[in-house]
């Protein structure tokens, strides 16, 4: 694909506002042919102008928005985040989209089969969330709940229910649109696609809101649009809008419930794409005539992907987990003072744990998750990118060592997905690449996704403009399916970026030393999960690492200045998740991970021999090398960060919790996390300091 350029993000002299966004819905040459799209739109999605310098809101406050599905969305797949984040006081507003109503049929295990009533069953889902945020705030599961109705765009109304206990607040809003309609057997998927569909609203039993609410496209992105302006949250979550290319037999694919063709169910698919559509609305609609960025991060959860993948989660975050599970679920014996139900009764019990599809053993990002790419100026004052309001970012250290941050600095580029890939040139200017939603509509409009890139013009100085580099793929379906960039620096002054292709393989472009960047190019070999890992050993050689089935994919170069290709061999036992690596002492390359279902790290030296090390938890592990050998960064079992360095693992126990993992970086001051927290905002943690508390641990 042709390249495109966007306008020069010069803060320093003051950026100049233009307008480009034709030159970047340009760059795609396909349109979109399944998932999200079809003919033409009556109405595009507005997009912010990417043209950096907008002044950027600061909320001052955290407010998490969940956007779903189904209920049990939530629960299943964004679990533990949610939990991490209720347990630290931020308040929840979740919006559920269809009325999960299903077949209707709400049948206890062992029981009789009822007769079908779409309102009861509705009812009794709604219930079984009203149970679990209780449970999960720490209260009686049977507290009541308050129940009203709000007030939407467009003159429309829903059912909202609200929890508070102290200064913690849950709200739900239950838009219940239908799961299907007479002519389409899926409705969402096809209210996204089709420019003619509205539907009616499935009242549950004994709402307040008894009367049913007309939607089309239009109006329920108004409505999403509309409670992001009301609610103005720090962080929303929704489920994966670009899933997996799968294939599979149709039996198969129909037990697994999934769409065809790709590795989720079409709601899910459908109401991700309604909501980042939402997000990006969201943008051009708060910055028309000057107004502010809002201060956001997104992130974006896969669903029936976990099928696929090993399982990630240990045991004591597991059953926690699917404890939760539990008053979702309900009984029929219960006296929950719901006449239409106590939960779904399919879902409660030990059944989340015995499901055969596994879906509640695995907590997966579509992307990886919101943090920064970190350098250390010269100086020593930290640097910071990232996304805000699906825009990149800076953020600098006030001071050397000072652990506080300045206002951010739009450098514009969105809407971009959650974490930014990052290289250091031999001159020290900084690259930074982003995966951008290049467009992103329903009804026809153009559904594209391109790796974009943000080069510094000297030293710590201004930044060039915007670079489309496209992608791997052959159609801009396909497109869609790519993962976040990844690059590395070699000694010969190229860089190596990579990317996760359509086929769950890695492709790569290559920029020489003297600027230039080579055709994308694929490198076959096995599939592997999102979250790469690229890395320069001691010898000078380039090399890149997946989370496979079975065992860690490599592939690198056989000698300096060589193509990257595939090395069959395997690294290690089965990963779970992401691999962090690092240069050995001894040459080669050493690998941190966790392996499915396993709390403690697995390092994997030279030669592939392997071996635990403690550190237990779960989620991605981060490593960085320092003067006194690697340094750690993970989190433990309550979600709490831990660093191990120097022979000493640090426990963070004050602060805003972690969204992801943030990065890790050898400070002049030592090693330090910089994360962001539930407020969307940056922090930086140097163990050692009062924000930590160590204790003895051995050397790695």
Not at 50 to 55: E, L, R
Not at 629 to 640: K, M
Not at 643 to 651: A, C, E, I, N, P
């Amino acid at each position: 694909m042709a390249a495109a350029r966007i306008p020069e993000p010069r803060r320093e002299a003051g950026p100049r506002r233009r307008s480009v966004i034709a030159a970047l819905t340009a760059l795609g040459a396909t349109t979109a042919v399944a998932g999200c799209s079809v003919p033409e739109p009556r109405r595009p999605v507005p997009a912010a102008d990417p043209a950096p310098g907008m002044p950027i809101a600061s909320a001052g406050r955290a407010q998490l928005m969940q956007i779903l599905a189904h209920p049990d969305d939530d629960l299943y797949f964004m679990n533990p985040d949610t939990q991490r984040m209720l347990d630290a006081g931020v308040p929840l507003v979740s919006v559920y989209i269809t009325a999960g109503e299903h077949t209707g049929v709400n049948r206890a295990p062992g029981g009789p089969k009822p007769r079908p009533d779409t309102e009861a069953y509705t009812a009794a889902r709604h219930q079984g969330l009203r149970q679990t945020y209780a449970d999960l705030l720490g209260l009686d599961m049977f507290t009541p709940w308050t129940k009203g109705v709000a007030s939407l765009r467009g003159d429309r109304q829903a059912e909202i229910n609200t929890l508070t206990s102290g200064s913690r607040r849950v709200e739900l809003i239950f838009l219940n649109l239908p799961e299907h309609t007479r002519r389409h057997w899926t409705a969402l998927p096809s209210l996204w696609n089709d420019r003619s569909l509205s539907v009616r609203t499935v009242p549950a039993q004994g709402s307040p809101l008894r009367e049913p609410v007309e939607y089309d496209y239009d109006g329920l992105l108004d409505v999403l649009v509309g409670l992001m302006e009301q609610y103005r949250p720090t962080v929303v979550q929704t489920l994966d809008p670009d899933p997996d290319i799968q294939i599979s037999d149709e039996r198969t694919r129909r037990k697994d419930s999934e769409q065809p063709g790709y590795s989720d169910h079409g709601d899910h698919t459908a109401a991700a794409c309604f909501g980042w559509a939402a997000m990006v609305r969201w943008v051009a609609e708060a910055t028309e005539n000057g107004g502010q960025v809002p201060g956001f991060v997104a992130n974006a959860f896969r669903g029936y992907y976990n099928r696929h993948w090993p399982k990630n989660l240990p045991p004591a975050v597991l059953a926690e987990k699917a404890g939760h599970l539990v008053p979702y679920g309900g009984d029929p014996d219960w006296r929950c003072g719901n006449s239409a139900g106590c939960g779904d009764y399919a879902v409660g019990g030990d059944r989340p744990l015995t499901n055969k599809k596994g879906w509640v053993r695995s907590t997966h990002h579509r992307h990886p998750g919101p943090r920064p790419a970190v350098f250390e100026a010269p100086g020593g004052r930290l640097v910071a990118y990232g996304v805000l309001g699906l825009r990149a970012v800076r953020w600098r250290e006030t001071g050397a060592g000072s652990g506080r941050w300045g206002a951010p600095d739009d450098l514009g580029g969105g809407p971009l997905a959650p974490a930014l890939g990052s290289a250091v040139l031999r001159d020290g200017r900084q690259l930074l690449f982003g995966l951008r939603i290049a467009a992103l509509g329903g009804r026809g409009a153009a559904n594209r996704r391109e790796i974009v890139l943000l080069e510094q013009r000297t030293a710590g100085g201004a930044f060039l403009a915007w670079t489309g580099l496209g992608h791997p793929e052959s159609t801009e379906d396909r497109g869609r399916r790519i993962g976040v960039p990844v690059a590395v620096t070699a000694p010969d002054g190229r860089v190596h970026l990579f990317v996760r292709d359509a086929d769950r393989r890695v492709s790569t472009r290559v920029r020489e030393a003297g600027g230039s960047w080579g055709p994308w190019r694929a490198l076959g070999g096995e599939a592997v999960q999102d979250g790469l890992s690229a890395v320069v050993d001691a010898g000078g050689l380039v090399h890149v690492f997946g989370s496979g089935i079975g065992t860690v994919r490599h592939w690198a170069q056989p000698a300096p200045g060589a193509d990257v290709v595939f090395r069959p061999e395997g690294l290690g036992p089965e990963p779970g998740g992401p691999v962090a690596a690092l240069p050995g002492r001894e040459g080669g390359v050493r690998l941190y991970y966790r392996t499915p279902a396993t709390a403690a790290v697995t390092l994997v030296g030279g030669g592939g021999r392997a071996g635990r090390i403690g550190l237990d938890g779960y989620g991605p592990v981060r490593a960085v090398a320092t003067r006194r050998g690697p340094a750690l960064l993970s989190r433990d079992p309550r979600g709490r960060l831990l660093l191990r360095s120097g022979g000493r693992t640090h426990t963070r126990t004050l602060g805003a919790p972690a969204l992801e993992s943030p990065a890790l970086l050898d400070s002049r001051q030592g090693p330090a996390a910089v994360g962001l927290g539930p407020d969307a905002r940056p922090w930086i943690w140097r163990p050692g300091a009062r924000t930590a508390a160590a204790s003895q641990a051995p050397e790695i």
